[in-house]
């Protein structure tokens, strides 16, 4: 599975949208980028998926370069609850080998 | 559902003793995944099972840990005999399938210390 790369940490202020980058420049045709978030003390959450489309449900919208190296997880109306670490992962979905493998993710403070 | 059920929510030990901790995965999901997150190494994937058969141990740090399934909603990690290197949040996970629109949901977890 590709690798990504994403900041340590960001702030963004209560209200506002939260845009967090991720870069998979070695991503395949047949990988798709995940995105999960842990909150403190608890288990990941599943946020949003996507191959190449943009995708948009509850929670947030994921915006996929049109080459797919790079993506980015918007949260349009951050609220202190979505403090949080945020998860890029890029992984063959179709294949039994396949499963999820955490990196370090972004740490997301949403400030008062 | 009540979602993926993992206890105890927390365990202290001594070491040396031997630590079991439980997972009561979604009722329907096909695959049973077993992590360990800890400050220095993150979340990662130690086992996970399908339809009940152990797929891929390969994440097993060593002997002293066994994990089993014997039903289809019933799962435990077992460590024996824990040491002190063994402290960590141990998550218990399951998912519909590994397609592409299948998800994987996580209990809240067992933070397991042993003195």
């Known amino acids: 599975d590709a690798k990504t790369t994403q900041p340590t940490s960001m702030d963004c202020a209560e209200g506002r949208a939260a845009n967090l980058p991720c870069n998979h420049s070695t991503i395949s045709g047949n990988e798709y980028v995940y995105w999960y978030r842990q909150i403190h003390s608890q288990g990941p959450q599943y946020i949003i998926h996507g191959l190449k489309n943009n995708e948009t449900n509850e929670m947030a919208s994921l915006i996929i370069t049109e080459d797919r190296k790079s993506s980015t997880l918007i949260l349009p109306h951050a609220t202190l609850r979505d403090t949080a670490v945020y998860y890029c992962i890029v992984r063959v979905a179709e294949t039994s080998g396949s499963r999820l493998t955490f990196g370090e993710g972004t740490q997301l403070t949403v400030n008062p | 559902d009540a979602g993926v059920i993992q206890s105890p929510r927390h365990e202290v030990t001594e070491m040396g003793q031997e630590v079991t901790l439980r997972c009561k995965p979604i009722s329907g999901h096909d695959y049973l995944f077993w992590y360990r997150q800890t400050m220095m190494r993150g979340l990662e994937l130690l086992i996970y099972?399908?339809?009940?058969?152990?797929?891929?141990d390969s994440g097993m740090p060593e002997d002293r840990f066994s994990a089993k399934m014997p039903n289809a909603s019933f799962s435990t990690l077992k460590i024996q005999p824990s040491e002190p290197r063994d402290s960590a949040v141990y998550f218990c996970a399951s998912s519909l399938a590994l397609g592409a629109n299948y998800g994987y949901t996580f209990g809240s977890g067992t933070r397991l210390t042993v003195v």
């Open positions: 099972f399908n339809n009940n058969v152990p797929i891929d």
